[in-house]
């Protein structure tokens, strides 16, 4: 049981390259979320998913994009990345059972 | 909309002593409350939860919280610190299931434990 897992960990990108954040959950939960980490913010709501096939808007989507084609995964992507995506990416998976989000190792993000 | 703030951003306490960790809400309802830790370079771990009942939750490696809807409070204690409490700690509101159960999380406070 791995749980949550995230790749990958570290990546550095050149502004104006994308690409695609994968997270992965064994515990067949319905909610899966992705969390951007930025000194002295927390973490913020990228997008979230209620179940397979479905996405939605969190508090920071602008310049990201999400897909969930299968329920154990949920893709973060970048189609043009900026500077200010420079960060850290939680990705995380709730379960009704115990009634919290388990969270992922995290993926460093640097955009020069 | 819900919100979370934690007035300390970094907090110094020696090992042995108490530790404790503020944390205001706003929520436009009976919230459901967590505290996540994160050592350096590592992922989040939940310490403990409330979400109804008894207004002192134990939480794991020593910690508790008190809730007071009054203040609109959910303070982190812990009565004696080790060296391996050295983190970040995250205050975290929840919103019910009809609204995601997403979490919105306060920006941090950083404990350094002196030897």
């Known amino acids: 049981n791995a749980g949550v897992t995230q790749t990958p960990k570290f990546r550095v990108l050149k502004t104006g390259q994308s690409m695609t954040l994968l997270c992965a959950q064994d515990?067949?939960?319905?909610?899966m979320y992705w969390y951007r980490q930025d000194p002295g913010m927390g973490l913020r709501l990228i997008h979230y998913s209620v179940g397979e096939g479905t996405t939605a808007k969190g508090e920071v989507p602008d310049g990201y994009n999400v897909s969930r084609l299968k329920k154990q995964n949920f893709l973060l992507g970048l189609e043009s990345a900026a500077p200010s995506q420079t960060s850290v990416y939680f990705c995380a998976s709730f379960g009704l059972k115990y009634n919290e989000q388990f969270f992922g190792p995290g993926t460093r993000l640097t955009v020069l | 909309a819900q919100s979370v703030t934690q007035p300390d951003i970094h907090i110094t306490v020696s090992e042995g002593a108490s530790l404790e960790l503020r944390c205001n809400y706003s929520?436009?309802?009976?919230?459901?409350l967590f505290w996540y830790v994160q050592s350096p370079g590592q992922g989040l771990q939940l310490l403990l939860k409330y979400f109804s009942g008894d207004t002192l939750v134990q939480g794991i490696k020593g910690f508790e919280a008190e809730f007071k809807r009054s203040q609109s409070s959910f303070n982190l204690r812990k009565p004696s610190v080790h060296w391996s409490d050295a983190a970040e700690y995250f205050c975290a509101v929840g919103a019910r299931r009809a609204a995601g159960n997403k979490l919105t999380f306060g920006g941090g406070t950083r404990v350094l434990v002196k030897p």
């Open positions: 929520y436009g309802a009976t919230p459901y």
């Open positions: 515990m067949n939960h319905e909610y």
